[in-house]
């Protein structure tokens, strides 16, 4: 009898700690620098979620470099309490193959809370590339051989595997230059001094629209309608068939965070994927929202794994890892 009161004592102190929950701001690691596509995510999500967190706010802080891996190793290894969570996206599952000595193990050391967007890449130019389209930029990049600078997020980044899988397609080599994320390799790219980007619509969206880089393609096998990218067309449908890259954005905590928790911020996230405003703001710049079961961490976290599976062979086959 004793031990029964004493473990539902127990049961109803945890309860009231975690009804307690967020009691203070929420930081939401991006992997990557401010202003890029990612953080425009993580900021769009974080102001909605917010209205699903007691009004806590979801504070952003941007920890870029080496493809997203060191913002997942911060999240890998802070306190697994709620209080730090991790927006990443496809980098999570491409990096165990690029990288030799990944300081945390993808599938073990994270909560899967569920996935948030899918956004569609664009191949983007500098604003002095005499190509004006993609047939043009074809015969350019083909007389420019070993001259080409291609921006990207570094190893592991979206910005990385497309580029890979470009210059795979093209069988062109280009000299890749790494950024901390791709807001920085963005301002290069306008200001000249790199001459490709493959890029997240929410990056690059407004670039194109404003006639400050130039669009030459999406990377997904269906175009994208929004007004700024429906002129583009597939790299599909431009020779280079089959060509399918669209990036998955999940949300993290870090492994060990309670279930009353992770159950928590599950209920706020499929709230907020729901939410007209965040609906609008992300569909404006291309993205698709989750609708279907991998709002889910479980189902999620299975997606995951088959990415893995997915894109090792061809990282490894492009011999391309880090230490
Ligand atoms: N998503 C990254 C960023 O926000 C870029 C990338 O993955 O290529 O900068």
């Not at 730090?84 to 945390?104: E, F």
């Amino acid at each position: 009898m004793k031990r029964l009161m004493f473990a539902a004592c127990a049961a109803m102190a945890a309860a009231t700690a975690f009804a307690a929950y967020p009691d203070k701001p929420v930081t939401l690691v991006v992997p990557f620098a401010a202003g890029g596509p990612t953080d425009k995510v993580a900021r769009d999500l974080g102001e909605v979620l917010r209205k699903h967190l007691n009004g806590q706010t979801v504070v952003i802080e941007n920890v870029g470099g080496a493809g997203g891996t060191l913002g997942a190793t911060k999240v890998a290894r802070s306190a697994p309490d709620g209080y730090t969570l991790l927006l990443h996206h496809i980098g999570l599952a491409t990096a165990p193959a690029l990288y030799r000595n990944l300081p945390y193990k993808t599938l073990d050391d994270f909560e899967y809370l569920g996935m948030v967007v899918d956004v569609p890449m664009t191949l983007i130019g500098r604003p002095t590339l005499p190509a004006n389209n993609f047939a043009e930029l074809r015969k350019w990049i083909d007389a420019h051989k070993g001259k080409i600078n291609l921006a990207n997020a570094g190893l592991g980044a979206a910005s990385h595997l497309c580029g890979l899988l470009f210059q795979q397609a093209l069988a062109a080599d280009m000299t890749t230059v790494p950024y901390k994320g791709t807001a920085p390799a963005m301002t290069d790219l306008m200001g000249g001094q790199v001459d490709l980007l493959c890029d997240q619509t929410t990056n690059t969206s407004v670039q194109i629209e404003s006639g400050k880089v130039k669009g030459y393609a999406v990377t997904t096998l269906k175009p994208v309608t929004t007004p700024a990218l429906a002129k583009l067309p597939t790299l599909d449908s431009q020779g280079l068939k089959g060509f399918n890259v669209s990036i998955w954005h999940g949300l993290y905590a870090p492994k060990g965070t309670p279930k009353a928790i992770t159950e928590q911020i599950n209920a706020a996230l499929r709230a907020a994927l729901k939410d007209p405003e965040f609906i609008r703001r992300v569909e404006a710049q291309g993205a698709v929202v989750i609708t279907d079961a991998r709002q889910g961490g479980a189902e999620h976290k299975k997606f995951v794994e088959a990415e893995i599976a997915k894109w090792g062979p061809a990282i490894k086959a492009a011999g391309q890892y880090a230490d």
